[in-house]
């Protein structure tokens, strides 16, 4: 695969939102200094940002960013990996951001929070990924199902306290959501 193309695409994108993925970094580092410790906020909320972050990937919002990836050299699959990993980036800085505040208020248990989160926080993101090529009723499942999969890992940690099962949950979960975006990218595809 060819590396120089979808870093441009990752670039161009992270540039033009540059001002959203800092938004989202500063909500999550004012959450971290002030919520309690525990895998609840992060999870959610970083998740929440990640599902934003993957609908502004919606063709339409930055025309000339979408022009340009058409005419770049990519198969569809490849553009699917370089537009996930945009909200991918922005929800794991968030999350990063949650723990370094966490950090500085000398939480304990910033390590195995954070591991679970950002697994979470992946594969909610990548399922919404799939709203952003549908419209209507197909568009809101998918956003609801990205919802389920945060409420489902935050179950497997919470209510199970099993946070292997969880990331292998969210490993399960993020391999065919990317997968099912990358098909639906390559449908797309004029070769």
């Known amino acids: 695969m060819r590396s ?6 990752v670039q161009a994108r992270l540039y033009v939102q540059r001002r959203v993925v800092f938004c989202a970094c500063a909500a999550a580092f004012v959450a971290g200094l002030v919520e ?8 959610f909320l970083c998740s929440l940002l990640g599902i934003a972050m993957a609908l502004a990937q919606s ?3 930055h025309p000339h960013l979408d022009r340009c990836e058409q005419g ?3 198969f569809g699959r490849e553009l699917a990996r370089a537009k996930a990993l945009v909200p991918c980036v922005a929800a794991v800085s968030a999350g990063l951001c949650f723990a370094g505040a966490q950090l500085a208020r000398g939480v304990s248990t910033v390590p ?3 591991s679970v989160t950002l697994a979470a926080v992946v594969a909610s993101t990548l399922v919404a990924l799939s709203a952003t090529t549908r419209r209507g009723l197909a568009r809101t499942l998918y956003v609801l199902l990205a919802a389920c999969t945060s409420a489902g890992a935050y179950a497997l940690v919470a209510a199970a306290r099993s946070p292997a099962a969880e990331l ?3 490993a399960f979960v993020a391999f065919f959501a990317l997968r099912q975006y990358g098909e639906t990218l390559a ?3 004029p070769i």
């Open 59 to 61: 063709p339409g919002l």
């Open 112 to 114: 195995v929070t954070l």
């Open 36 to 43: 309690p410790s525990g895998p609840a906020a992060p999870l």
């Open 187 to 189: 449908r797309y595809d």
């Open 72 to 74: 770049a050299p990519l």
């Open 4 to 9: 120089r193309a979808p870093a441009g695409v």
């Open 168 to 170: 292998a949950f969210c």
